[in-house]
């Protein structure tokens, strides 16, 4: 069976997504065709609930005809029976990317809609939290054309659920947690299974710590600020018994630097963490302020890896993001992390994926390592 799946604004992340989450839920597939943020993925049938598992994908439909041919395509479309709502009025959409199909798919479904007595409004929209709100997958329709592939959307990914988490939360400090869209996409990378454990070594608030609970982890978070330990441990709590999870978690207050004298040798099945990224930058560093900066956290990463080792499972991943700074004289200095990496038992399972906007004073790059 064939689904495409409607990538988020970070295509290759979300790719990677895909990927780690059908293999961690032991769901054979094939990657059958893909476009800048579109992905067709050749496997069993899947639910349409797998779309609340997902940080960084918008929509997944199951393609009901991958043909060029106007006649097979019609054919196709007919067999499909789109629409099976109650409705005498509704809306209809279409995505199309890469494709000379859209005339002849919207001519189809005037014709469809007048043919079964259904007042049909073509509309357009890219907010899926509007087509959230309209109910449009029992209310309407939502067709996704890519090249020859054309796809009946099963699943939207809600916005206003991610929000929710984000102002509900009793502790949040903005100008220091990732998106809550982030911190799912990298509990994804994990791979980390249900009942597994996740350690995040810089906790902060808790945001990587909340969705893995929400994916049934049990999971530690360390940091050596008391403040951030307290904001984490009423953020968590306030989850537990807002989704009322039975997964567990453990807080620990200490030197990240030193964590396997609080974290028992491999019995972690995962890490997914945005370390310390060195002071706020309020202009461009020169140069050689920025090498400084660089060469400092340097040490304090290869320190990182050397505990990791040492209480991460053997074949489980570390994913981690790591900056680059732009300077003044437009030049952008990186560490050699693959090297720290390298030294301290862990591979690139991928090649790193830059995250975020160029334009931003410090740059980011998200590593996937795996123990070896």
């Keep these: 069976?064939?689904?495409?799946?409607?990538?988020?604004?970070?295509?290759?992340?979300?790719?990677?997504?895909?990927?780690?989450?059908?293999?961690?839920?032991?769901?054979?597939?094939?990657?059958?065709?893909?476009?800048?943020?579109?992905?067709?993925?050749?496997?069993?049938?899947?639910?349409?609930?797998?779309?609340?598992?997902?940080g960084g994908i918008i929509k997944i439909a199951k393609v009901i005809s991958n043909s060029g041919r106007f006649d097979q395509i019609e054919d196709n479309l007919e067999k499909a029976n789109l629409y099976n709502g109650q409705n005498n009025k509704i809306e209809y959409y279409i995505d199309s990317f890469n494709t000379n199909l859209c005339s002849f798919v919207e001519d189809y479904l005037k014709n469809y809609f007048k043919g079964i007595g259904i007042k049909a409004l073509y509309k357009k929209t890219n907010d899926p939290s509007k087509l959230v709100n309209k109910n449009i997958l029992n209310k309407g329709i939502n067709i996704i054309i890519f090249r020859n592939y054309i796809g009946n959307v099963v699943a939207i990914s809600n916005p206003l659920e991610f929000k929710k988490r984000d102002l509900s939360r009793p502790?949040?400090?903005?100008?220091?947690?990732?998106?809550?869209?982030?911190?799912?996409?990298?509990?994804?990378?994990?791979?980390?299974?249900?009942?597994?454990?996740?350690?995040?070594?810089?906790?902060?608030?808790?945001?990587?710590?909340?969705?893995?609970?929400?994916?049934?982890?049990?999971?530690?978070?360390?940091?050596?600020?008391?403040?951030?330990?307290?904001?984490?441990?009423?953020?968590?709590?306030?989850?537990?018994?807002?989704?009322?999870?039975?997964?567990?978690?453990?807080?620990?207050?200490?030197?990240?630097?030193?964590?396997?004298?609080?974290?028992?040798?491999?019995?972690?099945?995962?890490?997914?963490?945005?370390?310390?990224?060195?002071?706020?930058?309020?202009k461009l560093p020169t140069l050689e302020g920025a090498k400084m900066l660089i060469n400092e956290l340097s040490g304090l990463y290869t320190s990182l890896l050397n505990e990791l080792r040492k209480v991460v499972k053997v074949g489980c991943r570390v994913v981690i993001i790591i900056p680059k700074i732009r300077t003044r004289e437009n030049k952008i200095v990186f560490l050699d992390f693959k090297a720290i990496a390298e030294k301290n038992s862990f591979i690139l399972a991928f090649k790193p994926v830059p995250y975020g906007y160029k334009e931003n004073k410090i740059l980011r790059e998200i590593y996937i390592l795996e123990k070896i």
């Excluded at 989450?21 to 609930?49: H, M, Q, S, Y």
Aim: charged share 30%; glycine share 6%; proline share 3%.
């Design 1 to 54: 069976m064939l689904y495409l799946f409607l990538l988020g604004r970070d295509p290759e992340l979300s790719r990677l997504e895909v990927e780690s989450v059908l293999e961690r839920e032991k769901i054979t597939f094939r990657i059958c065709d893909e476009g800048k943020n579109v992905l067709i993925i050749d496997c069993n049938e899947l639910k349409p609930e797998i779309i609340k598992e997902f």
């Design 171 to 282: 502790e949040v400090d903005y100008m220091k947690v990732i998106s809550i869209r982030l911190a799912k996409i990298l509990v994804n990378l994990t791979k980390v299974k249900n009942g597994g454990i996740l350690l995040d070594p810089f906790c902060g608030s808790g945001t990587i710590l909340q969705e893995a609970l929400l994916n049934k982890i049990n999971v530690i978070g360390i940091d050596g600020d008391e403040k951030s330990i307290k904001q984490a441990e009423k953020n968590l709590n306030w989850l537990v018994k807002e989704y009322s999870l039975n997964s567990k978690f453990q807080l620990i207050k200490h030197d990240s630097r030193k964590l396997s004298e609080k974290i028992k040798e491999n019995s972690i099945d995962g890490v997914a963490t945005e370390p310390y990224m060195g002071p706020y930058i309020r």
